[in-house]
DNA sequence: TTCCAGGAACGAG
DNA sequence: CTCGTTCCTGGA
């Protein structure tokens, strides 16, 4: 992908970019630490770095950063190789929830973050809501990671490493409002910290033995395995299903009551490589809409 | 006060 | 294998 950049003075600055939305990337379900400012920019850390997104007309601001950073970490980071119009024609050919899908999140893209800071993400994440899953996330990361720096105003944290999670007791993480998963963070600590899977090696698995592998540490599932394949090891084509997934999918595809396992395949099978993609946009769709709420979505 | 949402573990069949 | 129950927290 080719794109008009350039440096100003600590930021990059990238002209006419395209499917590159922020509410749309960081708010359909894939990462947690994230702020909106007031101006409707975005802060978030992550790399042991802090950086503000924020979109001017055409442009994608981001600072502070270089150009050599931004081509070292940042353009793998928001997968700025990737042709994302090409996804959603594809996606949206013979399919009309796609069409509309791709077209109400038409800046959605899929970051390729930290497979450990991933896992246990999401292992917080199972049975709660996102504004909870990002307090305890930052909690953790106030606790047990080392400072970064502050932007405007506010402090920064690292993502604790497992070696400093590994060394807590579960009623030390449950302060952090973990509830009963404060054990399967301890555990996985343990799993990363001495070996036992190694994380950073799993990406190079096929698809399926990935998954597998992770199925393997405490308090992940099927949904938690896929969306660590999703966001941090490059396998597009897992799709997670949560209960906003399942909805729109029972909506739109399939027979209400479905097992997850059928629909699982289904989605398999209607979406094959591009699998992953489809259950962003359909994510995002569902949750603007509303749909499954109270049995029917509205507007569209 | 009670009820509910939200995934995985666990035990029973 | 599939099914039903339980786990924890915060908001309605």
Not at 12 to 26: G, R, Y
Not at 141 to 168: C, M, V
Not at 176 to 189: C, E, L, M, N, Q
Request: charged fraction near 25%.
């Amino acid at each position: 992908m080719k794109y008009n950049i350039q440096q100003v003075k600590d930021a990059v600055v990238i002209k006419d970019v395209q499917d590159f939305e922020l509410p749309h990337i960081f708010e359909c379900g894939q990462c947690f630490r994230w702020w909106r400012e007031d101006d409707g920019s975005y802060t978030m850390t992550a790399k042991g770095k802090v950086i503000n997104l924020c979109r001017r007309e055409n442009s994608l601001i981001i600072h502070p950063t270089t150009l050599e950073e931004f081509h070292q970490v940042w353009y793998s980071y928001f997968d700025m190789g990737r042709d994302y119009g090409t996804i959603k024609k594809v996606l949206s050919e013979n399919d009309p929830v796609m069409e509309k899908a791709t077209a109400f999140g038409h800046g959605i893209r899929i970051l390729r973050q930290d497979p450990w800071e991933t896992l246990i993400s999401f292992i917080i994440s199972s049975n709660r809501g996102i504004s909870m899953i990002q307090k305890s996330i930052e909690d953790l990361s106030l606790r047990y990671g080392t400072y970064i720096g502050e932007y405007r105003g506010r402090k920064y944290y690292d993502f604790p490493k497992p070696q400093a999670l590994l060394n807590q007791t579960v009623e030390a993480i449950r302060l952090s409002k973990t509830g009963y998963r404060a054990k399967y963070i301890v555990d996985a600590a343990a799993v990363a910290a001495e070996n036992q899977i190694e994380l950073y090696q799993v990406h190079n698995l096929s698809t399926e033995n990935a998954r597998k592998t992770l199925l393997r540490i405490s308090g992940v599932g099927p949904k938690v395995a896929d969306c660590i394949l999703l966001f941090s090891m490059d396998k597009q084509d897992a799709f997670p299903i949560d209960t906003w997934v399942k909805r729109v999918m029972e909506f739109f595809y399939v027979p209400q009551g479905i097992p997850l396992n059928q629909l699982q395949d289904y989605a398999g099978k209607r979406f094959g490589a591009y699998a992953g993609f489809a259950q962003q946009y359909l994510f995002y769709y569902a949750r603007e809409l509303g749909i499954g709420k109270g049995g029917q979505g509205r507007n569209f």
